[in-house]
């Protein structure tokens, strides 16, 4: 009967019991509020830390028992969770009672959901705090007013900003109008768009020579002859060290970093990597890993193998390294993880490795994050921490109002205006 619903709340009760009172304990104490007027959740949190005591299966709305307010707006609340919360399945219908453990878990559930959507924060906090706070003042958006404008490409005036959408958008409706008898991947049914899937574009001409020239003075490489001739280059385990900041005492210890880096970067363990490579075993790569690496470490090895490639010429034909695109990549962990949920779109317990590459195929800034988050949250986190410091570097061969940086996590090309 509990699979007959299709859906996991059934389930959720008994894997409550346990953690019941630690979850109940961190929301008296962290004490999120709303950053809205609406405060529907804010009074439900509350009504549920009133009754925290209480062992009936069954609440009154209207009770006013240990000081706790009522709790008869249940908008805040998930569709889903109506019908386990009140026992019915409306919301028009009237309340009276509700169901005391499904009403803690919509409520734990829903303050998590807002905290990380922003619309609630805890005073404190560095990452859930009140995004309010660190919105532009109007004394400084008046002042930076006519820049940003300018940098869009819009109008500084309301009036006359607000008359230049009025005229482009009818234009855009007009084009798009025309252009839809034409438009073979674009349908509307039932009054929604749909897009189909483009079709693969024919082989140039010539393709199949030119592949066969690569493959010709292209032979295959190996990734474990890669790593030490890039090594042997760029020497980008300089940063690599132990912790106390003194000269390395291993045995050959260039040679154990890139064995380190092959580990790490292909994801294979140290008793993996041991097992394809005969002279090390599974605890020399471990200690490598725990001793001499950290992340501010491997932020710095980096940034110098970020910055030794724009030396080449074959990235510089690809792009001009003004651009960076932001996308998340799903990456499989372990349940017992503190960054790791289930994923609804892909399937299976993992995080998002979310990274910004530009248009030269350079991984600038990278980011692990939990798979329920929004991606837009991040997508400013690589220039953040890069106007956390720059160190000004050579200038790149290319437009001559760009000048290429160095901060202290990565590499970014930034306007010369604005250094």
Known sequence: MGYAGNTYLPFLPALFRSPRKT??????????????????????????????????????????????????????????????????????????????????LCVLSCAVRELKSGDLSIEGSARFSDYRDQLVTWA??????????????????????????????PEAIRTADAAFPTNTSLTIINGEPRLRRLEKLPEPEGFALMDQLLSERLPERHIVDI???????????????????????????????????????????????????????????????QRHITEQKLLEANVEVINRSTRFRLPKLWGSGQRAAADGTKWDSYEQNRLSEYHLRYGGWGGSGYSHVSDTYLALFSRFMACGVWEAVYILDGLLATARRFVPTRSMRGPAHMTVYTCGKNFFPTPSHNK
């Open 227 to 289: 790593l030490p001739d890039t090594e042997h280059g760029l020497h980008g385990t300089a940063a690599f060290g132990p912790l106390s900041g003194f000269e390395a005492r291993l045995t050959s210890p260039r040679h154990r970093y890139v064995t380190t880096t092959f580990c790490d970067g292909c994801s294979l363990g140290p008793t993996q990597t041991a097992r394809s490579r005969q002279d090390r075993d599974r605890f020399q790569v471990a200690y490598v890993n």
């Open 23 to 104: 979850c109940l304990d961190v929301l008296a104490f962290l004490h999120p509020t709303s950053t809205s007027a609406e405060t529907a959740l804010e009074r439900a949190m509350a009504f549920v830390l009133g009754h925290r005591e209480t062992r009936a299966a069954r609440l009154p709305v209207m009770a006013h028992a240990h000081g706790a307010v009522e709790v008869r707006d249940l908008s805040w609340g998930p569709v889903g969770w109506c019908k386990a919360v009140t026992g019915r399945p409306r919301r028009d219908v009237p309340i009276r009672t509700v169901e005391r453990r499904y009403l803690e």
């Open 140 to 169: 400084e958006s008046a002042q930076q007013i006519k820049t940003d404008c300018q940098q869009v490409g819009s109008a500084a005036d309301p009036a006359q900003c607000i008359a230049d959408l009025q005229t482009q958008l």
